[in-house]
């Protein structure tokens, strides 16, 4: 069966280093990823989303990128601060999208320390 | 900036109730949806809506349903409340496919069944 797979872990960092956090999927093959932050008691508010074709997107001190063969995505923050703690969760849509096409993996809760 | 407001943030009902949540976007999303969150589970797709008056099952439909007879407001009825729906709903838009473009989420609603 199809499977998303992030730390399910907290992911403790030390403020001002880079935050990795992982997302893994099998019998997928999305044409889409994307990443969203939930604060606690919030909806998810998205943040980046990368293409099949791409290996690598950017927006400020996130990055993320997208290896289809190895099935993974790399969401990285960098310069971490206090205020990036929180629930970062990512998202699959298959080629041609479609409205029922996202699947969300579980999040991995990142906590950054002063 | 898009909009999407949800009509309670907390909502306590007895088993049995028929249930109303309702949801709102202002950005002319074509498509919108409905997800409950639950410690462990992650998000999971309720039903979604590509149109007014078109609905299709997500993958939990059961116990509920839903209605779009105008484009920006998306409800969720549960028919008969019970306890195993007790979680956190969310509602989103997309303005397109759901995987080429991001989803903008509600506050969500806080829904607990006694």
């Known amino acids: 069966s199809q499977k998303i797979e992030q730390n399910s872990e907290a992911l403790n960092i030390q403020e001002g280093k880079t935050a990795t956090l992982t997302c893994n999927y099998t019998n997928y093959s999305p044409a889409y990823l994307q990443w969203y932050r939930q604060d606690p008691g919030r909806g998810p508010v998205f943040l980046l989303l990368?293409?099949?074709?791409?290996k690598e997107k950017r927006k400020e001190r996130l990055k993320v990128t997208f290896d289809t063969t190895l099935k993974q995505s790399l969401f990285h923050i960098t310069a971490s601060q206090p205020a990036d703690s929180a629930t970062y969760l990512c998202a699959l849509a298959y080629s041609g999208g479609g409205a029922d096409g996202l699947t969300f993996g579980k999040g991995t809760h990142l906590i950054i320390q002063p | 900036d898009v909009k999407v407001t949800q009509s309670s943030r907390y909502l306590v009902k007895r088993t049995g109730e028929k249930v109303f949540l309702e949801c709102v976007q202002d950005?002319?999303?074509?498509?919108m949806f409905w997800y409950r969150q639950d410690p462990g589970l992650g998000l999971r797709l309720i039903y979604f809506?590509?149109?007014?008056?078109?609905?299709e099952k997500g993958d939990i439909p059961e116990g509920y349903s839903v209605s779009r007879e105008k484009k920006e407001r998306f409800s969720l009825i549960l028919e008969s409340a019970s306890t195993n729906q007790t979680s956190m709903y969310l509602c989103?838009?997309?303005?397109?496919?759901?995987?080429?473009?991001?989803?903008?989420f509600g506050p969500g609603t806080r829904l607990t069944v006694t």
């Open positions: 989103a838009s997309s303005p397109g496919l759901a995987g080429t473009y991001e989803q903008y």
């Open positions: 809506s590509y149109d007014v008056k078109m609905k």
């Open positions: 990368i293409r099949e074709n791409e």
């Open positions: 950005m002319d999303h074509e498509n």
